[in-house]
């Protein structure tokens, strides 16, 4: 079973001389490692070992997430030994390794919310979210200076940057259940970007204060304007690694349509020599149809001087190839897994590596691309999505279940979908099911023009969205 698939595989790709790269597209004789992986590094672990994993299974690039520099001056040498580029992965408005320590000394530093609460003393989701202001210069200094320490570090091919945005306004639709919320707009308490500084600066080139709004969350300008700040800081960053002739690079929300909504991350902008996006369809939609939607979207809109890859979930089976499919079909040039410890059993590794063998000997073939034919635009219409509606259909038949106390799944009967309300991103419907006499609601999120979300529900289950 699996030798036909990459047969099938490398029959489209190897026919692919007659196809051209979608326009926007960019062609470059540079070539970046293909297969990536993310990875937390700590002193004392066996970083070897797993370097030769990586060399087993055919990746050959790693984000890696270590401590301090020194730290990195002990990982390059064995990961360079293993033929795999090492690049710094780095937390950045978001702080990581020296929370606890800028907290104490620079308290005023941190985000604040449309509520006037400080991610000083105030949570955002999870303690380790704290959001430093990016219209602060002690800010932008700080980590200058950090990216400068980094780039030091003899041998370090490049930065990848992460948290680079503000607080989640929105989370992925699957965590909600998690923090018992319903985020179907915009609320106040996850609504960041509010400090002092940020709002004296857009009152001095805008003339208001957003907060003046009935509802701030509908000001494009104010939503640009941090947009911007953030941007301003990734540039920083990048002339900066540019400067010491290495490699820059981020992993940024899914799209940058959906990133300037959900974290105020337009990463278009940003001049990135490598773009991962963090294209997780399981906290999304749960279909792979979003990691083709999404890559789509990013070929068409991203900065034209970045090489775009795909960030995705590690799947220890089936999944994780058509996962990939999606995205080098679609206009990505690489992927990058998180994590490595995903991909467990030796079938799966043995599958990986004649997977990554091919699309590298396609891309050599190619001058160093992927060239594919995709669509410019993704389909936003929901119901065209199979995938996401047989997730649908199957969780209203998990719900018939358990409303009447037993296991086995009825087959369905369903009326027609009937919009009942639009908002936002938000679209709701109404569907009946002839067989259980059940109508439900269904409601779908299209951030960034592309199906971000979805939910099923009893229409006699009321949702409550807190605005805490």
Same mark, same amino acid.
């Given at each position: 079973m699996r030798k036909n698939f990459l047969s099938v595989f490398l029959l489209a790709f190897l026919t692919l001389g007659t196809f051209s790269c979608q326009k926007g597209a960019k062609e470059t004789t540079k070539e970046y490692p293909m297969f990536w992986t993310w990875l937390d590094y700590r002193p004392g672990m066996n970083f070897d070992s797993i370097c030769q994993v990586m060399n087993d299974i055919g990746m050959d690039g790693i984000m890696l997430n270590a401590p301090t520099p020194d730290d990195y001056r002990v990982a390059i040498p064995i990961a360079h030994k293993h033929g795999i580029e090492v690049y710094a992965w780095l937390w950045t408005m978001n702080l990581e390794h020296d929370r606890d320590k800028i907290l104490k000394e620079h308290p005023e530093w941190f985000s604040v919310n449309r509520n006037g609460k400080s991610l000083t003393d105030t949570t955002a989701y999870v303690g380790y979210y704290k959001f430093l202001c990016p219209a602060l210069p002690e800010v932008r200094e700080f980590i200058k200076e950090k990216i400068r320490a980094y780039c030091e570090v003899e041998g370090l091919n490049g930065i990848a940057i992460d948290y680079h945005r503000f607080v989640d306004v929105v989370l992925p639709t699957t965590l909600w259940p998690h923090y018992g919320i319903v985020q179907d707009r915009e609320y106040a308490a996850w609504d960041y970007g509010y400090h002092p500084e940020m709002l004296k600066k857009f009152k001095e080139e805008y003339g208001y204060d957003p907060r003046e709004q009935e509802d701030p969350s509908l000001d494009v300008k104010w939503r640009q304007f941090r947009c911007d700040q953030i941007t301003e800081v990734a540039n920083m960053i990048a002339e900066v690694v540019h400067?010491?002739?290495?490699?820059m690079a981020a992993s940024p929300f899914p799209t940058p349509k959906m990133a300037s909504r959900m974290v105020r991350q337009d990463w278009k902008k940003w001049n990135l020599d490598i773009v991962f996006p963090m294209v997780y369809h399981t906290f999304y939609t749960g279909d792979v149809s979003f990691i083709a939607d999404c890559t789509i979207e990013n070929a068409r809109d991203k900065n034209n001087m970045t090489t775009l890859y795909c960030g995705m979930t590690a799947t220890n089976g089936p999944k994780m190839f058509e996962?990939? @499919?999606?995205a080098l079909n679609n206009g990505a040039q690489g992927i990058a897994v998180f994590t490595i410890h995903g991909l467990r059993s030796p079938e799966v590794r043995q599958q990986f590596k004649a997977y990554t063998d091919s699309v590298k000997s396609v891309r050599k073939a190619n001058g160093g691309l992927i060239k594919a034919t995709y669509p410019t635009v993704a389909n936003p219409d929901p119901f065209k999505h199979e995938g996401v509606m047989k997730l649908v259909q199957e969780r209203?038949?998990?719900?018939?279940a358990k409303a009447a106390g037993r296991e086995e799944l009825a087959p369905l009967a369903l009326g027609e979908y009937?919009?009942?309300?639009s908002y936002d991103a938000t679209r709701c419907y109404q569907v009946t099911d002839a067989n259980s006499k059940t109508i439900f609601d269904v409601t779908f999120y299209l951030?960034? @023009?592309v199906v971000s979300g979805w939910d099923v529900a009893v229409a006699s289950e009321v949702a409550v969205s807190p605005d805490c």
């Amino acid at each position: 079973m699996r030798k036909n698939f990459l047969s099938v595989f490398l029959l489209a790709f190897l026919t692919l001389g007659t196809f051209s790269c979608q326009k926007g597209a960019k062609e470059t004789t540079k070539e970046y490692p293909m297969f990536w992986t993310w990875l937390d590094y700590r002193p004392g672990m066996n970083f070897d070992s797993i370097c030769q994993v990586m060399n087993d299974i055919g990746m050959d690039g790693i984000m890696l997430n270590a401590p301090t520099p020194d730290d990195y001056r002990v990982a390059i040498p064995i990961a360079h030994k293993h033929g795999i580029e090492v690049y710094a992965w780095l937390w950045t408005m978001n702080l990581e390794h020296d929370r606890d320590k800028i907290l104490k000394e620079h308290p005023e530093w941190f985000s604040v919310n449309r509520n006037g609460k400080s991610l000083t003393d105030t949570t955002a989701y999870v303690g380790y979210y704290k959001f430093l202001c990016p219209a602060l210069p002690e800010v932008r200094e700080f980590i200058k200076e950090k990216i400068r320490a980094y780039c030091e570090v003899e041998g370090l091919n490049g930065i990848a940057i992460d948290y680079h945005r503000f607080v989640d306004v929105v989370l992925p639709t699957t965590l909600w259940p998690h923090y018992g919320i319903v985020q179907d707009r915009e609320y106040a308490a996850w609504d960041y970007g509010y400090h002092p500084e940020m709002l004296k600066k857009f009152k001095e080139e805008y003339g208001y204060d957003p907060r003046e709004q009935e509802d701030p969350s509908l000001d494009v300008k104010w939503r640009q304007f941090r947009c911007d700040q953030i941007t301003e800081v990734a540039n920083m960053i990048a002339e900066v690694v540019h400067s010491y002739g290495k490699t820059m690079a981020a992993s940024p929300f899914p799209t940058p349509k959906m990133a300037s909504r959900m974290v105020r991350q337009d990463w278009k902008k940003w001049n990135l020599d490598i773009v991962f996006p963090m294209v997780y369809h399981t906290f999304y939609t749960g279909d792979v149809s979003f990691i083709a939607d999404c890559t789509i979207e990013n070929a068409r809109d991203k900065n034209n001087m970045t090489t775009l890859y795909c960030g995705m979930t590690a799947t220890n089976g089936p999944k994780m190839f058509e996962c990939m @499919d999606a995205a080098l079909n679609n206009g990505a040039q690489g992927i990058a897994v998180f994590t490595i410890h995903g991909l467990r059993s030796p079938e799966v590794r043995q599958q990986f590596k004649a997977y990554t063998d091919s699309v590298k000997s396609v891309r050599k073939a190619n001058g160093g691309l992927i060239k594919a034919t995709y669509p410019t635009v993704a389909n936003p219409d929901p119901f065209k999505h199979e995938g996401v509606m047989k997730l649908v259909q199957e969780r209203m038949r998990q719900l018939i279940a358990k409303a009447a106390g037993r296991e086995e799944l009825a087959p369905l009967a369903l009326g027609e979908y009937k919009e009942v309300d639009s908002y936002d991103a938000t679209r709701c419907y109404q569907v009946t099911d002839a067989n259980s006499k059940t109508i439900f609601d269904v409601t779908f999120y299209l951030y960034g @023009d592309v199906v971000s979300g979805w939910d099923v529900a009893v229409a006699s289950e009321v949702a409550v969205s807190p605005d805490c």
